[in-house]
């Protein structure tokens, strides 16, 4: 755990420093300073410097930083469920119907944003919930919910909703750079404000996932034993 805190740290600082412009550690520190409270200090480095740290590579870095923590969070929670290490949002769907609401977005007249808030993450939340709920209906046909029946459910719902995903991109407009862009991912574009944005939504989906702590533990094991000890193992 420490080997990884320590490794995340140095990745942090390599990214702020290295780039298309090299920016001097002490440089780095000093310019980081500035922007708090009650600090001030001399101005020796050039302007573009502090609008290169301040405004796109410490903003690309938070964001990276926050996203990586909620997938590894729901990783984590993903192979204590399914007691696979190798588990991942594809399992079940959840990323196939995401990308699948958010290319229905791209691809139609619906407008991106409405009222200054983008449609593009309610469509994609809508899409991995769906194919969540289709998979756990498909499942539950059979006598109970048993992992299995629900891994084999999640990836036939996967697979339908990346075959319509695609259908769709084939029959819309040839130029699909921004569909492709936004289904690959990227913090180019990464702002302040997106961090500040997302942060509220980790620490409440950080609380939920440690209140099942426990019944996460006790579904590590078979379920069997999860439901000796009260854990509602089809819930």
Known sequence: ??????????CCILAALIGSVTIAPDAAIAITFTHLPFIEIKNDWPASWDIILWELRYPRIALAMLVGAALSVSGATYQGLFRNPLADPYLIGVASGAALGATIVFLSDIPSAIGGVSILPIAAFIGGIGAVTAAYTLARMSTGTPLTTLILAGVAIGSFSTAVASILMLRSDPDLRPVLSWLMGGFIRAQWSQSLYLLPYLIVGFAIVFSYSRIL????????????????VER
């Open 217 to 232: 533990n006790a579904m590590q094991l078979e379920e069997e034993y999860a439901s000796s000890i009260g854990v509602n």
């Open 1 to 10: 755990m420490a080997f990884c805190l320590l490794a995340a740290f140095l």
